[in-house]
């Protein structure tokens, strides 16, 4: 059964910066993706990534700022958040593109002004 479970959300100071980890088991998959949902706003994809890892895709809010990488070794897939701004708050979600299966429980980033 394929998991996500996501971690390293926290609180930051605009400007600042997060690194989150996402933990996937029950198999890889070529494209895994980061989500965002902001309070009472619809999940939205951030960034993707192919299996190899050369193949990346990022919405245009967060283009420069995020990086998404992956080590399938271990099947975990990071989002480096730096530059933050407090319109990146929200719960971060990770899962396979597009996605399917069961959500995690995400990890919440709060960014202070």
């Known amino acids: 059964q394929v998991q996500h479970v996501e971690s390293g959300g926290g609180l930051v100071q605009t400007g600042g910066s997060l690194r989150l980890t996402c933990a996937r088991s029950?198999?890889?998959?070529?494209?895994m993706g980061w989500f965002r949902q902001p309070p009472g706003n619809e999940r939205s994809l951030v960034a993707n990534?192919?299996?190899?890892?050369?193949?990346?895709h990022y919405t245009s809010a967060v283009k420069g700022r995020f990086t998404i990488s992956r080590d399938n070794a271990k099947n975990y897939v990071y989002l480096q958040m730096n530059s933050m701004k407090p319109g990146d708050a929200a719960g971060y979600y990770c899962?396979?593109?597009?996605?399917?299966?069961?959500w995690g429980k995400g990890t919440q980033v709060t960014v202070s002004s």
């Open positions: 899962s396979s593109y597009p996605p399917g299966g069961p």
């Open positions: 029950g198999g890889a998959t070529y494209f």
């Open positions: 990534i192919n299996y190899m890892g050369d193949v990346t």
